[in-house]
């Protein structure tokens, strides 16, 4: 087996994870819909009132900062491992990736996004 083979199955189990369920939840799910089926419900209470709440910026912002820096250390892995083996160039890139990583975050702090108000 090449390693295209490899990868080639790796896209197929890829689309079909996902697509296998849906298909199923399609063909076999039930198709009657009515009044009470389609009515907003919460923790087996009906809601009163409106049933849109806005949230405040701050919390996707928050989020987002989080979610960005979280991914980022993902980045940072490979090249704390293979930190021995790097060569000057690749020393020189992470330091480049972790000084623009700091000055992100205390721009983000100067902003007051990461203040939970």
């Not at 849906?22 to 009515?39: D, Q, S």
């Not at 980045?75 to 690749?90: D, E, I, K, S």
């Not at 702090?109 to 108000?117: T, Y």
């Amino acid at each position: 087996m090449s390693e295209w083979t490899f990868v080639a199955l790796l896209a197929v189990i890829s689309v079909a994870l996902p697509a296998v369920p849906i298909v199923a939840g399609r063909l076999l799910g039930p198709r009657k819909p009515n009044k009470e089926k389609n009515a907003t419900y919460e923790c087996g209470v009906e809601t009163v009132g409106d049933t849109w709440v806005q949230f405040k910026v701050q919390y996707y912002v928050f989020a987002l900062v989080f979610l960005v820096f979280d991914i980022e250390v993902i980045f940072l892995y490979p090249w704390a491992v293979a930190y021995n083996q790097l060569t000057l160039f690749g020393v020189f890139a992470g330091i480049v990736f972790i000084v623009t990583l700091a000055e992100a975050l205390v721009y983000a702090w100067r902003k007051g996004a990461l203040e939970w108000v």
